[in-house]
């Protein structure tokens, strides 16, 4: 067993300018115990979490050669563990350890090794949207792309999985089963399309596209739980590599999750933290209340905000689903702002006010400034309001490339100043490479990748190769300055076609370069509101409150939106402190408002439409502490 001291804590401090742990994030570092850690907003629990990481890294190998198992739920999450990662950071980033997402431990650990087993090759890949895409072309072959995907939508399923799979095949009818043990027909015996249907379903389209290697994420959870189930001693081998389990935001583990941790490492000797906060838990389902993070009643809280002043603190500890405490610091204090918009004249005017309000408090001059204004929706509702009414360019994708038909519209988004000439390059090969694979065209059985393709090329036409190299070099150029490059990708698919056999579909290329998503490590200029008053100009960030979960902000304006009712409308008493009624809807509207209030340090400000507050409203905010401003 490791020991983890003061003397250890202070070490990792000394390394690092101004850094000092209070007495909770010292108890949590210091806890090697199977243990719950309840982190409020702003406390510091990844930087806690590394130190922890570096003391025990400092403590390997151990006796029995065992390591620690990092799991967390986005690859931010885990760069961010990686970046702060000091001296040690080799020995946590190599076997026996593990630090990752949660998916990627699920698939490299689990599902892969047993998608192998059963079908003797390695998944193409594990997309959700690919899946989709490669169940519709199975659908062609059966005639039913067209009526599945609308039957599917008429009946509100927003898995295509889901539907296929819920028909029934009667005797005379295909059937949907309904609430209350009732059935839906959906279509007759002796409909083309029920011959169709019962086919389908007797060759199992669903397995026959994951059979061609094409997963969706949850397919993995399936084929880990069958690793498991079938080889119920492969536990004892995760329990004996990995002796430290650490479960980051873990407020965002559902039961499949869960369900995988508890198979493999439950009554073992392996100690367990899930680190995380209760009340940020907005990724869940809240139809099922199973979902989700159960605190333990012996958790270790760590209360002290680091982020939060103790004005925005008082206001966020409202919202919390689980009573928590929040211990904010008292050097900050700008009170938080309301601003009271007219419905019939939003514009960009409410960003133009909250520009205002940085610029008055000078926080733009604050180093590492960061302002964002955040709403709960992000699409278009035809009358009522969402994001893009505040900000009419708003995309709720950081990419908006799928909603142009072009190569060269879709490139315009960004700035090409910033793309590479391998930007280039990588975006004609991979469309060559969709094609190939719509097409189910394939060598030695194997689909084409990229280096696969180069390499075939060489070995099969050393004179076509050299050609296909030229014209991948004239693609790039005519890209580089906005010139139309599907002739050439034509000729370029033909080259490749040629060699094996294979005819040319002009449509399959078409709706290929329609449908493919730009992927640049660089986000478009769509979502920013440019500020400017005299010789100062900033940037508001425009986004989801889902999407900015886990960032500090320098100013945070959270933008009032419809989602069956207007959120800040509806919770209007909790910013007077007042209690209110709870429901699945209610709780899950102000779990989202709690990560949204919890992300500024400096400013906090809420648009509403002046509709929706009345003049006692008003007077009441204002004595909680609220700066209230129509514009």
């Known amino acids: 067993m490791i020991q983890i001291t003061d003397n250890h804590i202070e070490e990792f401090e000394n390394r690092f300018e101004n850094l000092s742990f209070d007495a909770e994030s010292r108890a949590f570092i210091k806890c090697i115990e199977s ?53 040690n950071a080799k020995i946590l980033l190599s076997y026996p350890n593990h630090i990752g997402t949660f998916q990627s431990f699920v698939n490299k650990f689990l599902a892969i090794p047993m998608y192998v087993n059963i079908f003797g090759k390695k998944p193409e890949r594990i997309d959700y949207d690919l899946f989709n895409e490669k169940l519709l072309h199975k659908l062609n072959k059966y005639y039913l792309n067209n009526f599945i995907p609308q039957s599917a939508e008429a009946n509100k399923y927003t898995s295509l999985e889901g539907f296929i799979n819920a028909l029934t095949v009667e005797e005379n009818r295909i059937s949907l089963p309904q609430a209350g043990g009732r059935s839906k027909t959906i279509v007759n015996r002796g409909k083309p399309s029920f011959r169709n249907i019962k086919r389908a379903k007797d060759e199992n389209i669903i397995r026959q596209v994951v059979s061609d290697g094409y997963l969706a994420y949850h397919h993995c959870y399936d084929l880990a739980n069958k690793y498991l189930d079938d080889y119920s001693n492969m536990k004892e081998v995760f329990q004996k590599r990995f002796k430290y389990v650490f479960i980051d935001e873990v407020q965002d583990t559902d039961n499949n999750q869960f369900e995988i941790i508890d198979k493999l490492f439950s009554g073992s000797d ?40 103790s004005i925005i603190s008082e206001k966020v500890s409202h919202f919390a689903i689980n009573p928590q405490e929040l211990n904010g610091n008292n050097e900050i204090q700008i009170q938080p702002r309301i601003l009271l918009f007219d419905e019939k004249n939003i514009g960009e005017l409410v960003l133009q006010k ?131 490059v599907f002739d050439i990708l034509k000729e370029k698919v033909e080259i490749v076609l040629e060699l094996l056999g294979s005819s040319f579909n002009e449509s399959v290329l078409v709706n290929i370069i329609k449908n493919y998503k730009i992927d640049l490590l660089q986000k478009t200029t769509q ?61 899950l509207k102000k779990k989202l408002l709690y990560v949204a209030m919890s992300r500024p340090t400096h400013l906090l400000c809420f648009a509403m439409n002046k509709e929706h507050v009345k003049s006692n409203d008003i007077s009441e905010l204002e004595e909680c502490g609220f700066i209230i401003e129509e514009i």
């Open 35 to 87: 243990k719950d850690i309840q982190a409020c907003p702003g406390a510091g629990k990844t930087t806690s979490l590394v130190a922890k990481l570096d003391i025990i890294a400092s403590q390997m190998p151990f006796k029995d050669n065992s390591g620690v198992l990092v799991l967390t739920h986005t690859n931010v999450a885990v760069d961010e563990i990686k970046k702060k990662l000091g001296l």
């Open 270 to 309: 392996v100690i367990i933290q899930k680190i995380g906060d209760k009340n940020q838990e907005i990724f869940s389902n809240l139809k099922t209340q199973a979902n989700g993070w159960e605190v333990g009643s012996d958790a270790l809280e760590i209360k002290n905000t680091k982020r939060l002043s």
């Open 354 to 484: 909250f520009g205002d309000l940085i610029f008055e408090n000078n926080l733009q001059d604050l180093s590492n400034s960061k302002f964002k204004a955040i709403g709960a929706v992000g699409k278009v509702h035809e009358s009522k309001i969402t994001i893009p009414d505040y900000f009419p360019s708003f995309s709720k994708n950081d990419n908006r490339s799928l909603e142009y038909e072009t190569l060269v519209e879709k490139i315009d988004l960004f700035d090409k100043k910033k793309i590479r000439v391998k930007d280039y390059r990588k975006i004609l090969l991979d469309v060559i490479i969709e094609y190939l694979k719509t097409e189910d065209i394939k060598y030695n059985d194997k689909y084409f990748s990229k280096n696969l393709l180069l390499n075939y090329l060489k070995e099969k036409d050393k004179l076509q190769y050299k050609l296909f190299k030229l014209k991948l070099f004239e693609g790039v150029k005519k890209l580089s300055i906005s010139e139309c």
């Open 527 to 587: 979502d920013k509101y440019i500020y400017s008053n005299s010789d100062t100009t900033f940037d508001i960030e425009i986004s989801t409150i889902h999407k900015v979960k886990g960032e500090t902000h320098t100013a945070t304006l959270i933008l009032e939106s419809f989602n069956r009712t207007y959120d800040l409308q509806q919770l209007l008493k909790l910013l007077k402190g007042l209690s209110l009624r709870t429901s699945n809807t209610i709780d």
